[in-house]
């Protein structure tokens, strides 16, 4: 299957190419806001708001009352009370800074960059039909920037395209063919997942027992109290462990099953999902756009 490579000189970084595509990345307000932001009410103390902040690890927090968005009471404000006044008296409405500057969650985060860049305050305000939304930060920009400057050696380890091996998750839950049906549906409800891998003793992999495969029994009325290898599906889609996650993807894409094994001479050893690849692209957006192949 063709691949792209990045370019390079001997895997030096100072000849890598970059592989960062601007197309790519988020562009509005809303793609990157940390909602279910932490508050603060405006009746409340400053020795409240000074527990949140050191709780949460925030340096400012909105103000709100019934009505919305009021102000916002920094870190700075705070320090400042605490140094000067041995005991800080009134509520947080009493100090905080009106007149904020804020944001609608459709705004362009280049025009929210430059207000982070041109102003002392670290945060903003981002606002859901003229209501407090959630906030983005300096650092909420950085996070999603952070590939934009990195160099992909040709030759270096970090370019290899990425695998099964890369991703797939150990430590699995599994059943036997001999395990009651019962059983099987305890684990899926409570550990919610979705199908589990029918092994032998010495994990080699004999089927998968899914959400379907049980529902199937259930408003059967003929269907008996049973074992998993009665109702479970013997063909399976299996990977190796050095398999392209770009074939693993296709596959789980075009068809209806979740997840795939992973398999070492027919020994289970691992498991990908769906969701496993979507936080595997979100980590290393860049890297993988850059690597997948063109056709």
Same mark, same amino acid.
């Given at each position: 299957?063709?691949?792209?490579?990045?370019?390079?000189?001997?895997?030096?970084?100072?000849?890598? *190419?970059?592989?960062?595509?601007?197309?790519?990345?988020?562009?509005?307000?809303?793609?990157?806001?940390?909602?279910?932001?932490?508050?603060?009410?405006?009746?409340?103390?400053?020795?409240?708001?000074?527990?949140?902040?050191?709780?949460?690890?925030?340096?400012?927090?909105?103000?709100?009352?019934?009505?919305?968005?009021?102000?916002?009471?920094?870190?700075?404000?705070? $320090?400042?009370? $605490?140094?000067? *006044?041995?005991?800080?008296?009134?509520?947080?409405?009493? @100090?905080?800074?009106?007149?904020?500057?804020?944001?609608?969650?459709?705004?362009?985060?280049?025009?929210?960059?430059?207000?982070?860049?041109?102003?002392?305050?670290?945060?903003?305000?981002? !606002?859901?039909?003229?209501?407090?939304?959630?906030?983005?930060?300096?650092?909420?920009?950085?996070?999603?920037?952070?590939?934009?400057?990195?160099?992909?050696?040709?030759?270096?380890?970090?370019?290899?395209?990425? *695998?099964?091996?890369?991703?797939?998750?150990?430590? !699995?839950?599994?059943?036997?063919?001999?395990?009651?049906?019962?059983?099987?549906?305890?684990?899926?409800?409570?550990?919610?997942?979705?199908?589990?891998?029918?092994?032998?003793?010495?994990?080699?992999? !004999?089927?998968?027992?899914?959400?379907?495969?049980? !529902?199937?029994?259930? @408003?059967?009325?003929?269907?008996?109290?049973?074992?998993?290898?009665?109702?479970?599906?013997?063909?399976?889609?299996?990977?190796?462990?050095?398999?392209?996650?770009?074939?693993?993807?296709?596959?789980?894409?075009?068809?209806?099953?979740?997840?795939?094994?992973? $398999?070492?001479?027919?020994? $289970?050893?691992?498991?990908?999902?769906?969701?496993?690849?979507?936080? @595997?692209?979100?980590?290393?957006?860049?890297?993988?756009?850059?690597?997948?192949?063109?056709?």
């Amino acid at each position: 299957m063709a691949t792209t490579e990045p370019n390079g000189v001997n895997g030096s970084a100072s000849a890598a *190419t970059l592989q960062y595509d601007d197309r790519t990345r988020p562009t509005k307000a809303k793609d990157i806001a940390q909602f279910g932001v932490a508050t603060i009410d405006k009746n409340a103390s400053v020795y409240q708001a000074v527990a949140v902040m050191v709780k949460r690890g925030v340096s400012g927090l909105p103000v709100v009352d019934g009505s919305g968005l009021l102000g916002i009471i920094s870190e700075k404000d705070v $320090l400042k009370l $605490l140094f000067d *006044t041995e005991f800080v008296a009134g509520c947080v409405g009493d @100090y905080m800074t009106t007149g904020v500057l804020t944001f609608d969650e459709e705004d362009e985060l280049a025009g929210i960059c430059k207000c982070l860049i041109e102003n002392s305050f670290r945060r903003v305000p981002i !606002l859901h039909q003229g209501k407090l939304a959630g906030i983005i930060s300096r650092a909420d920009i950085i996070r999603v920037n952070k590939d934009k400057f990195r160099p992909y050696a040709a030759n270096s380890a970090s370019s290899a395209n990425p *695998t099964a091996n890369d991703v797939m998750k150990t430590g !699995l839950l599994t059943v036997k063919k001999a395990t009651p049906v019962y059983e099987a549906m305890e684990i899926m409800a409570t550990k919610n997942i979705t199908g589990l891998p029918v092994v032998d003793d010495y994990m080699n992999m !004999l089927g998968i027992i899914s959400e379907k495969d049980v !529902l199937k029994l259930l @408003y059967d009325p003929d269907a008996l109290p049973s074992v998993v290898g009665d109702v479970m599906t013997p063909e399976i889609t299996g990977f190796s462990r050095d398999s392209s996650l770009f074939d693993i993807c296709r596959c789980l894409i075009e068809n209806n099953f979740r997840r795939v094994p992973i $398999l070492n001479g027919g020994k $289970l050893i691992g498991i990908i999902s769906r969701t496993d690849i979507m936080a @595997y692209i979100m980590k290393n957006h860049a890297k993988f756009f850059s690597q997948k192949p063109k056709n």
